[in-house]
Nanobody, 122 residues
Framework: QVQLVESGGGLVQAGGSLRLSCAAS????????MGWFRQAPGKEREFVAA????????YYADSVKGRFTISRDNAKNTVYLQMNSLKPEDTAVYYC???????????????WGQGTQVTVSS
């Protein structure tokens, strides 16, 4: 069992930056692929970024490529999402997720956090 807790969300002006963190419980964090997803009101949950257990494979949604960076620190059981040049359309609840097997951009993850709100004002 893995429990995930996101933090770092908030209100920021367009063009600003935020760093989200996702702290995971459990001794096997380093063996999990991790993903970030987001869901805006009235919309489907969508993929943002994902990273393999080793950090050697990373995927980004086209909408965030070049602006967001995913990273992980297995010693701290934490995955991060650095978000720069934020836009109003990035406003959403952001979720982190963990997956036992290969990293994927789909929502087929085994564990999910409760989400953290990111609001970007214009």
């Amino acid at each position: 069992q893995v429990q995930l807790v996101e933090s770092g969300g908030g209100l920021v002006q367009a063009g600003g930056s935020l760093r989200l963190s996702c702290a995971a419980s459990g001794r096997t964090f380093s063996s999990y692929a991790m993903g970030w997803f987001r869901q805006a009101p009235g919309k489907e949950r969508e993929f943002v970024a994902a990273i393999s257990w080793s950090g050697g494979i990373i995927y980004y949604a086209d909408s965030v490529k070049g602006r967001f960076t995913i990273s992980r620190d297995n010693a701290k059981n934490t995955v991060y999402l650095q978000m720069n040049s934020l836009k109003p359309e990035d406003t959403a609840v952001y979720y982190c997720a963990a997956r036992r097997v290969a990293v994927t951009t789909k929502t087929e993850y085994d564990y999910w956090g409760q989400g953290t709100q990111v609001t970007v004002s214009s």
